[in-house]
């Protein structure tokens, strides 16, 4: 009896060994899900990259738990093995999920340049710092759930999916650049109300299920948005935000909020929603504002604030194609039908430049100065 205790032991310590050596805790590819137990049961620690797949294509749908793994010291990324040439061929679905991973040197990437990803669910709430850029879900139709509720400190962050529906996540103390893709969160918060420095910008596309989003940089040399959605300008902590090229696309509002106490842009694109009524532009120092209606055909009101005459930069105004745009006057209706004014003219103006809207010369005329640059065409007049 005991002597063949002893020898299952021996066998066992044998077995161990052999796995310990089959298992390369150095760059690795893993395409099953043993292959991921043999790893998380050897290596706490990958020196170099892990890439998950190809994946057998006869497997109904793969499970890769990583857990023991607490350091990537290279890049964690996904290969689909699936070419653009491969024609309605798709990836198996597949689930990747990790309680002990805390940081990866290099960049987590699972995307795809077209559709044929199997990610469904990225679960890592520990995990708390990717040096590079962290890119999640583009080309992932089936891909609905990501955990990453400790990630704070990121190079880059790209998050897409269609169908992404949750996103577990709490905030971030640094990211140069974040970029939102196509995706069905509510809320995209926990990314944007933060007090970053993004000197690589921030973009927003198609986001049907958010209603608005409060961007809370510091800095960012630029913010991209094009969505059906209202940007709230001023988080919970910043008190000053300086952005750089504003582009703000298919908006339904642009507020700016009562914590902020600077907030200036080098240049502001604003192409309005249908159905918004109205914008203040809420400034405190701009130096261009670029309006264009398009394919709007709803009546708006743009309106430039008191502190407006502090802008002294030279500041360009560019009215395209806004036949809804009534520049009729600086005065408008308050809520109560009182008389106010809602254009102040900037003191330095370098330029006006306004193509298909209502105007007067009235409203031009309300400046104290005289444009150095002057440019009108095709404008309508109603006056
Ligand atoms: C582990 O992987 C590295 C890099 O791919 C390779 O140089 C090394 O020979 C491998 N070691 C074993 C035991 O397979
Ligand atoms: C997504 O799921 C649907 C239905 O479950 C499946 O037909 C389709 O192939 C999946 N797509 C991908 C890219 O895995
Ligand atoms: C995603 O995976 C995690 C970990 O396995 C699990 O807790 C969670 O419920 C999954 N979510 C969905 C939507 O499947
Ligand atoms: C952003 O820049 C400001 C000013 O340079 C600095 O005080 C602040 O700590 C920076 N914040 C982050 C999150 O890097
Ligand atoms: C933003 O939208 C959420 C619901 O999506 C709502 O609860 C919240 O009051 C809105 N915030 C502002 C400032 O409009
Ligand atoms: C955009 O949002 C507004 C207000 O929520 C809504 O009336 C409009 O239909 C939306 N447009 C699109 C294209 O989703
Ligand atoms: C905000 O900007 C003002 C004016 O430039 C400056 O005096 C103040 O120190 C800034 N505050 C912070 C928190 O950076
Ligand atoms: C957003 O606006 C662009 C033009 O500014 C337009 O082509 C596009 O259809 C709009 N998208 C939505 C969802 O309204
Ligand atoms: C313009 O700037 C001056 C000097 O800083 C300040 O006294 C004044 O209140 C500002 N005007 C407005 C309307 O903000
Ligand atoms: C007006 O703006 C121009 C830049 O376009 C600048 O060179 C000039 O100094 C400004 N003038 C004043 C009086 O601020
Ligand atoms: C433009 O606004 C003026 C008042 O500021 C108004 O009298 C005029 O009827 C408006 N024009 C159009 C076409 O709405």
Known sequence: MIVRLDQALILGLVLFTTQGLAANCSTISITSESGAKTLRETCRVITGDLTLGPFPQTASSIYINLDGIETITGNLNHDSGIDISDVGVTEVPF????????????????????????????????????????????????????????????????????????????????????????????????????????????????????????????????????????????????????????????????????????????????????GISQIDVPFDDLRELSVREEAYNSEMELRLPAKAVNWTGGFKLNIDWSPQLNFSSIYGLDNQGNRVQNWFWPTNVSSISIYNAIIANSFLYAQSKSPSAFHMERTVRFC
Do not use: C
């Open 95 to 274: 689930t990747v999920s990790s309680l002990t991973l805390k940081e990866v040197g290099g960049s987590v990437t699972f995307d795809e340049s077209i559709d044929v990803s199997g990610l469904q669910n990225f679960t890592m709430p520990n995990l708390a710092t990717v040096l590079r850029s962290f890119s999640m879900g583009l080309g992932a139709a089936n891909f609905t759930y990501l955990d990453i509720t400790s990630l704070e400190y990121v190079s880059q962050l790209t998050i897409g999916g269609t169908n992404l529906a949750t996103l577990r996540h709490t905030k971030l103390s640094h990211a140069t650049g974040l970029w939102v893709y196509d995706n069905s969160l509510d809320s995209i918060d926990s990314l944007f109300n933060n007090p970053l420095n993004l000197t690589s910008g921030a973009d927003i596309y198609g986001l049907p299920n958010v209603k608005n989003v409060t961007v809370g940089f510091r800095s960012a040399s630029r913010l991209y948005v094009s969505s059906n959605l209202t940007v709230i300008l001023g988080g919970s902590s910043a008190t000053n935000m300086s952005l750089g090229a504003v582009q703000l696309f298919n908006l339904t509002g642009l507020q700016r909020s009562s914590h902020l106490n600077i907030l200036t842009a080098d240049s502001v694109d604003i192409r309005p929603g249908n």
